[in-house]
């Protein structure tokens, strides 16, 4: 507030009567002028929100009787259906159209442009403060008094245009710094309108007695989910939640229920028709790579062929629900309209398992933690999952798609505190080459277990299976024995250690094969 002094004060009223001062100025700037204001459009929030991986439905209320509702072009005009409940008939269909925005702010963009308008307000306001400092300043420096008091004016005059130089300073300032404040934002809202926000839909309807609902669809949504797991390693439990990161641009924000869909309602949907399968001579043709490899049409393409389905895309605690579609999780939040990403609760997680510890000693010398559950009480998702172990982040893994009543192993990382030393041995006879055609092999592991207290550690290893029935292979040591074995050489022991405790393990055999070949391994 500018406070003036006495002579100050009968100079001002001396310039306001000769007309050289806007004596008003201080009832307009108090308010400044007001913004200009756009058009208010009549756009419901969602009822509720369906969220699928190709889009998004929502479901707008409509009153009885007329009505209007303006949407963003960012829905699919056809895509918009008008759903009364039965016997509760419009007059007619609703009339949809496209038009320019024509000043229209979508509801999501509505803070910013307030922001805008309010910024503008108060650079309207420094401006006319400042015009009217100047204007003020310009007649006291050419203010010539007369009379008797006209030295007591000047000095008056004199110590007023100073405090009002140095005030017009301060405005100025401040309004230059608004100025390019108010730019900043105004690009920002223009940007926004111009993505996706230059046109309107206009739906003007008919609701019946009673109301109903309006649906429209939108591909202006990105949405993903993940799990957030924590493995206790006392009784090998896994607890967690299932979290959706949802980012959308509509320009309408969604405050409200939101329906998780793992699968898009189908378009058009024809039964499979199985085709017959027929095999014939393959013709060879220079320009045709199959013919070199002759390799038969039947290999190249699956063995059942059927018709394409064509699918196409449309439209308190979470809530689950799994059937024929997939799963579909009924749950709450806001999802600002304008692209700012938000992250949505879709229930937690609790399997109830056991903690491996699994030494693989060909990949890493360190033991795996892993969280075995037999049977999922419910499906889980495939997708990321974030890992801690009991309570201490970890890293990051990919779940399978396993459905209710599978079971599920996830990898929670590595401990260095269980190793394994894996060194290669031949056995007795103290050199592999046994002559021509006969080949000794194996290797020998030191267990390790570095825990403070008791621990069953399982270990993973193999030995060569015979591919050609000239190959033999003939094991000579195992000690100890493993706790199982398959027809493809793969050994898993289940050995107790105590803290501290060392254990080795010893596999030694022998191959056996024509002389005049040479062996050749490889992974299946």
């Known amino acids: 507030m500018r406070v003036f002094s006495v002579a100050g004060v009968g100079i001002l009223l001396i310039l306001g009567v000769l007309g050289v001062w806007d004596l008003s100025f201080g009832v307009r700037s108090a308010f400044g002028e007001e913004p200009a204001r756009s058009e208010d459009g009549v756009s419901p929030p969602p009822e509720r929100v369906h969220l699928y991986p190709s889009g998004a439905g929502v479901e707008i209320p409509v009153p009885a009787g007329a009505f209007l509702v303006r949407l963003p072009a960012t829905f699919d005009v056809s895509r918009i259906r008008l759903q009364l409940p039965e016997g509760n008939s419009p007059s007619s269909p609703p009339d949809i159209v496209l038009l320019p925005r024509a000043g229209w702010i979508p509801p999501a963009l509505k803070t910013l442009s307030e922001k805008v308008g309010e910024l503008r307000a108060e650079v309207a306001v420094l401006d006319a403060e400042a015009a009217s400092l100047r204007q003020l300043t310009g007649a006291l420096e050419s203010l010539k008094p007369e009379g008797e008091k006209a030295l007591d004016l000047l000095v008056a005059a004199a110590e007023l245009r100073r405090e009002q130089e140095l005030r017009l300073a301060e405005v100025t300032e401040t309004l230059q710094r608004k100025r390019h404040e108010a730019e900043l934002w105004n690009r920002q809202l223009q940007e926004r309108l111009q993505e996706g926000y230059s046109m309107v839909i206009e739906v003007r309807g008919d609701g019946g007695r009673g109301g109903g609902l309006l649906t429209a669809w939108t591909d202006q949504v990105h949405w993903t989910y993940r799990y957030v797991l924590n493995l206790e390693t006392k009784s090998g439990n896994v607890t967690g939640r299932l979290v959706a990161s949802v980012m959308q641009r509509t320009g309408i924000d969604w405050d409200g229920p939101l329906v998780v869909h793992t699968a898009?309602?189908?378009?058009?949907?024809?039964?499979?028709?199985?085709?017959p399968l027929v095999v014939d001579i393959a013709q060879p043709r220079q320009d045709d790579f199959r013919a070199k490899g002759a390799v038969p049409d039947a290999a190249l393409a699956p063995y059942m062929a059927v018709e394409e389905i064509a699918l196409g895309s449309t439209p308190a605690p979470p809530v689950r629900e799994e059937g024929l579609r997939g799963v579909d999780i009924l749950t709450t939040g806001r999802v600002p309209g304008e692209g700012t990403s938000t992250e949505i609760p879709l229930g937690d997680l609790a399997l109830q398992g056991s903690m491996a510890i699994v030494l693989v000693p060909r990949f890493s010398q360190e033991a795996w933690l892993l969280a075995e559950v037999e049977t999922l009480p419910e499906a889980v998702l495939p997708g990321e999952a974030e890992l801690s172990v009991d309570g201490v982040a970890g890293g990051k893994t990919t779940l399978p798609t396993r459905s209710k009543g599978q079971d599920l192993t996830v990898a929670f990382g590595t401990t260095p505190l269980v190793r394994v030393e894996r060194e290669k041995s031949v056995g007795v006879e103290?050199?592999?080459?046994?002559?021509?055609?006969?080949?000794?092999?194996?290797?020998?592991?030191?267990?390790?277990?570095g825990l403070p207290s008791e621990t069953v550690v399982r270990i993973l290893e193999r030995i060569p299976v015979s591919a050609n029935e000239s190959v033999k292979v003939e094991i000579k040591t195992m000690d100890p024995q493993p706790a199982s074995s398959d027809r493809e050489g793969l050994l898993s022991w289940e050995i107790p250690l105590k803290s501290g405790e060392i254990r080795k393990i010893a596999v030694h055999y022998t191959l056996t094969y024509p002389g005049d070949k040479d062996l050749v391994f490889r992974d299946k």
């Not at 103290?430 to 277990?449: C, F, I, P």
Request: aromatic share 6%.
């Open 430 to 449: 103290g050199k592999s080459w046994l002559g021509k055609g006969r080949l000794a092999d194996g290797y020998e592991l030191t267990v390790t277990n």
């Open 264 to 275: 898009d309602p189908p378009r058009l949907v024809r039964p499979p028709r199985l085709r």
